[in-house]
């Protein structure tokens, strides 16, 4: 039995080491197969075929006269006065004609139940802001 073994062992090694040598590659020169490159995805049509609606217009700018609230005017004889004015919806806070009320706007004029806006007092109004009527 153990003669039998030991050349059970002897052709398991030489199949072995037959198998090895035999697979080696014949040349030198090795062929490499490019891998296709993966196609880029377009977004709209991925979203679609997730079920997604038909894209959302761009969110309309905000004018800059939306930014602010008058709240109160104190409107004087001499082209004085002040303002009331809530920017961006912050508590609102007072105003002299010819304070800057955000960087390039100034306060130019007040009269009853408006102000007026622009970049200095010498330019053309930015803007008007008047307080509302009251509801009856």
Not at 16 to 25: C, I, Q, R, T
Not at 105 to 128: E, I, N
């Amino acid at each position: 039995m153990g003669a039998f073994a030991l050349w059970a062992l002897a052709a398991a090694s030489a199949a072995f080491w037959g198998l090895k040598f035999s697979s080696a590659p014949a040349g030198p020169a090795s062929v490499q197969v490019a891998q296709p490159l993966p196609a880029a995805a377009d977004p709209a049509a991925v979203a679609r075929l997730l079920g997604a609606g038909p894209a959302a217009a761009p969110a309309a700018v905000p004018s800059l006269a939306s930014r602010f609230a008058l709240v109160g005017v104190a409107a004087g004889r001499s082209h004085g006065g002040a303002a009331l004015i809530a920017v961006d919806g912050k508590p609102a806070k007072p105003f002299r004609v010819g304070a800057q009320v955000e960087p390039g706007l100034v306060l130019q004029s007040v009269a009853p139940r408006r102000a007026t806006l622009g970049a200095d007092l010498k330019s053309p109004p930015a803007f008007v802001l008047e307080i509302p009527l009251p509801k009856s």
